[in-house]
């Protein structure tokens, strides 16, 4: 073998293994054996359901090139059967030299007879070679056609060159199984995280609606980046890295129990327990109407008064801000008591009650509500316990920092700009634009979108959110697929 010929070998299957996009892959281990051969045309095949499908034709005196996204081969696949050469290669694992194919009895070569038909080509010398990945699998065939020499006419394939491409479709094979398996990897890793967002939506189906919404969101965002001359890209690693994130970002809710995660009001669960005593006053009071011990205008007036209590309550009860007014009717009504059967004494509304009524704002007192917010350390605790690929060791970091406020005043950790990285700045915006504006909750109103856009613009202003990053947030109008 020359050493011209072994540095080029080299150079070659060095290209082929720093590859990483599929399609260009396929390319350049064709054109890689092509250059190698020093021939005219090439046709690679891969094996799928136990046949030969086209995935590349090139045909350089013609200008020809199929195969990829842009150019699919409409050709039937070849069968395994010996009397195609592509198949008999295939079958034997072994490779084929062809000095002319209309001299050559042993093989079917009427499909290639046919193509010459209808192109005007003319083939005559040929190789075929196996793709048998490094665990005896095979991967392909590459079908090389009219070797050329240094004027152009055409020539036998020479039987030293024939080691040569056998060792470049050997490299090729490996680097086609290593990217199936990366590819395979990438989906089991997609599943299971689809499936752990699925057991949210079994528990829950506002989180889990809160988190497809925030990734249909996300991938609008990052197509419509890629497509400007932002400095800031996601490659294909990163975005499936961002991707990921998103979709785990609130993994640890399945820990947090549903009547906290899916409280709808200030009471929850409590409310039936507190009409029914209401319920019970109003018949303790028609007792002593009875037995004489009030009149019948005083039960109205009591029966009215305990229906204008359970109206505000209910009201109270719904979430939203809490007024002043309503807080002072809270702190009354906790000094209400009546008497039940046995003599005792009782509050109208108990201490608990009285707590949950004159919550603030929102449905969740401050221990629900950080039993919520842990949600984020849980989340912590089980993708730490993942081990990733080296292109999503940032995925816990980011999912975990979703709470976190460039002013230091979010959660868990209370990090401030300077240890927030940029994924999780744009995460968070994802995920305070999606709370507000979903119209699924139980607990809350969709907030309109001007008003939502408006308050992620006060949160920037005041040094919470990125201001860079929200601006090209709402010049990608990416919420345009969820609202």
């Given amino acids: 073998m020359k050493t011209e010929d072994m540095e080029r070998f080299l150079s070659l299957c060095l290209a082929i293994t720093e590859e990483r996009d599929r399609e260009a892959l396929l390319s350049s281990i064709l054109d890689t054996a092509m250059d190698l051969a020093g ?5 690679l095949y891969l094996v799928e359901d136990d046949q030969l499908h086209f995935c590349r034709m090139v045909t350089r005196s013609q200008h020809v090139r199929q195969g990829g996204h842009d150019a699919p081969i409409m050709l ?16 034997y694992r072994t490779s084929v ?12 070569f009427s499909g290639s007879l046919q193509y010459d038909k209808l192109t005007g080509y003319e083939t005559v010398s040929m190789m075929v070679v196996p793709l048998s990945s490094d665990r005896g699998e095979l991967v392909g065939i590459m079908q090389l056609i009219n070797a050329l020499d240094s004027r152009g006419n055409v020539i036998p394939f020479d039987a030293d060159m024939e080691k040569l491409i056998f060792a470049v479709a050997s490299q090729a094979a490996i680097s086609i199984t290593n990217m199936q398996y990366t590819e395979q990897i990438y989906a089991l890793m997609d599943s299971l995280v689809v499936s752990l967002s699925s057991a949210i939506d079994e528990r829950s189906h506002y989180t889990a609606n809160h988190t497809r919404n925030m990734v249909s969101v996300a991938e609008r965002f990052l197509d419509w980046l890629n497509r400007t001359d932002s400095p800031w890209q996601f490659d294909a690693d990163r975005r499936r890295a961002f991707l990921m994130s998103v979709w785990l970002h609130d993994v640890g ?22 009409l029914e005593r209401f319920r019970v006053i109003g018949l303790l009071d028609r007792i002593a109407m009875l037995e004489g011990r009030l009149t019948e205008d005083e039960l109205s007036r009591r029966d009215l008064d305990r229906k204008e209590t359970e109206t505000a309550i209910l009201r109270i009860n719904s979430g939203g801000f809490l007024s002043e007014a309503d807080r002072a009717f809270i702190e009354e009504l906790s ?30 007192t401050a221990e629900e509500r950080q039993v919520m917010e842990n949600h984020v350390q849980i989340t912590r605790r089980i993708l730490d316990g993942v081990s990733y690929p080296r292109q999503f060791a940032s995925v816990p970091a980011w999912a975990a920092a979703h709470h976190e406020f460039l002013d230091g005043s979010g959660y868990p950790d209370h990090i401030g700009t300077d240890e927030i990285p940029p994924e999780a700045r744009l995460l968070t915006i ?16 969709a907030m309109p979108l001007e008003k939502a856009l408006r308050i992620l613009q006060e949160m920037a202003e005041c040094g919470k959110l990125d201001a860079g990053i929200l601006d090209l947030f709402l010049q990608s109008r990416a919420w345009e697929a969820v609202l």
């Fill in 39 to 43: 021939c005219d045309a090439g046709t």
């Fill in 76 to 91: 039937p696949p070849i069968p395994m059967e010996e009397r195609f050469v592509a198949a008999w290669a295939a079958i």
């Fill in 97 to 108: 030299r062809i000095s002319d194919i209309r001299r050559d009895p042993r093989f079917d």
């Fill in 253 to 274: 809710k399945l820990a947090v129990p549903l009547k906290v995660m899916d409280k709808a009001t200030r009471l929850g669960d409590a409310l039936p327990g507190l």
């Fill in 335 to 364: 000094h209400k008591t009546y008497m039940d059967e046995t003599g005792r004494v009782l509050p109208w509304i108990t201490e608990e009650e009285k707590r949950c009524l004159s919550i603030p704002k929102g449905t969740l």
């Fill in 430 to 445: 994802l995920d305070i634009f999606e709370a507000l504006t979903a119209r699924d909750r139980p607990y809350k109103k």
